[in-house]
């Protein structure tokens, strides 16, 4: 099982990007997806997740959206009015244990994908 997140890029603050995490092996649909980033020389934390098997999310930041498409096998990343404090490493995982909704830590995600770079220019 390998999860890839991907579509980050340079933008200008104020812009969008989204973001996509795919997945090999694994349906997504029966997983919590999270996604998590990690600025330059600090943690890394939640931005958000999306709950397995259902369309529910839990998201920390109104400016940032999370879908999931199952027919492509990809969640989605929205993220809007962007600023130069979201600039960071963002990855996906998948959390396997079956717990009902989605969780902010990344103690609950087993699998991650490699992260893609996000930088908001100012």
């Known amino acids: 099982v390998q999860l890839q997140a991907s579509g980050g890029g340079l933008v200008q603050a104020g812009g969008s990007l989204r973001l996509s995490c795919t997945a090999s092996g694994l349906s997504l649909d029966s997983v919590a997806v999270g996604w998590f980033r990690q600025a330059p020389g600090k943690q890394r934390e939640a931005v958000g997740c999306?709950?397995?098997?259902?369309d529910g999310t839990y998201i920390r930041d109104s400016r940032f959206t999370i879908s999931r498409d199952n027919a492509k096998n990809t969640v989605y990343l929205q993220m809007n009015s962007l600023k130069p404090e979201d600039t960071g490493v963002y990855y996906c995982a998948s959390d396997h244990t079956g717990v009902p909704g989605c969780s902010h830590s990344d103690q609950q995600y087993a699998i991650w994908g490699q992260g893609t770079q996000v930088t908001v220019a100012r």
């Open positions: 999306i709950w397995r098997s259902h």
